[in-house]
């Protein structure tokens, strides 16, 4: 049996990690410790700014914007936890896209996926109809809507 090891990507030494962790035990307990300490900071300075955060409590931008992002500063006085849509530039507060893009975006993948399902489901009746086998068929109903 293999021992999965990696090195932390924040301090560098190597760990055993237990799900999938990209760092150490150890600095994942100080990354939270940072994370209650800029909470509190928002909790005691209601109104504060992003940046005013960033220096005031001395936290890294990115432990910062990861939080935001995340959802953790909502309705809690941090006034401008605003950004850009990864998609139109919408300014949001939350997550990765604006609510119609994160809908447009899962309807896309939903479409695809029915779309996929209906090509597969048509070459197996050909399939079956033909006496093809199934991948010929799938093969054929694929090179049809390409050239369609
Ligand atoms: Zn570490
Ligand atoms: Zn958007």
Redesign the pocket.
């Given at each position: 049996m293999t021992i999965n090891i990696r090195n932390c990507s924040r301090c560098k030494r190597i760990f055993v990690p237990v799900s999938g962790e990209k760092i150490c035990p150890d600095c994942r307990a100080e990354e939270l410790k940072l994370e209650d300490h800029v909470k509190s900071y928002v909790r005691d300075h209601p109104g504060i700014t992003v940046n005013q955060l960033i220096e005031g409590s001395g936290a890294p931008s990115k432990l910062v914007w990861r939080m935001i992002m995340q959802g953790q500063f909502e309705n809690s006085g941090l006034r401008d936890a605003k950004y850009p849509?990864g998609?139109?530039g919408?300014i949001i507060t939350r997550g990765a896209?604006?609510d119609?893009?994160a809908g447009k975006l899962k309807q896309n993948a939903q479409k695809f996926a029915e779309a996929m399902n209906s090509k597969r489901r048509a070459a197996e009746k050909k399939a079956q109809s033909s006496g093809k086998t199934f991948s010929d068929s799938m093969y054929d109903a694929m090179s049809n809507s390409r050239s369609r």
């Amino acid at each position: 049996m293999t021992i999965n090891i990696r090195n932390c990507s924040r301090c560098k030494r190597i760990f055993v990690p237990v799900s999938g962790e990209k760092i150490c035990p150890d600095c994942r307990a100080e990354e939270l410790k940072l994370e209650d300490h800029v909470k509190s900071y928002v909790r005691d300075h209601p109104g504060i700014t992003v940046n005013q955060l960033i220096e005031g409590s001395g936290a890294p931008s990115k432990l910062v914007w990861r939080m935001i992002m995340q959802g953790q500063f909502e309705n809690s006085g941090l006034r401008d936890a605003k950004y850009p849509c990864g998609n139109c530039g919408k300014i949001i507060t939350r997550g990765a896209y604006c609510d119609e893009c994160a809908g447009k975006l899962k309807q896309n993948a939903q479409k695809f996926a029915e779309a996929m399902n209906s090509k597969r489901r048509a070459a197996e009746k050909k399939a079956q109809s033909s006496g093809k086998t199934f991948s010929d068929s799938m093969y054929d109903a694929m090179s049809n809507s390409r050239s369609r």
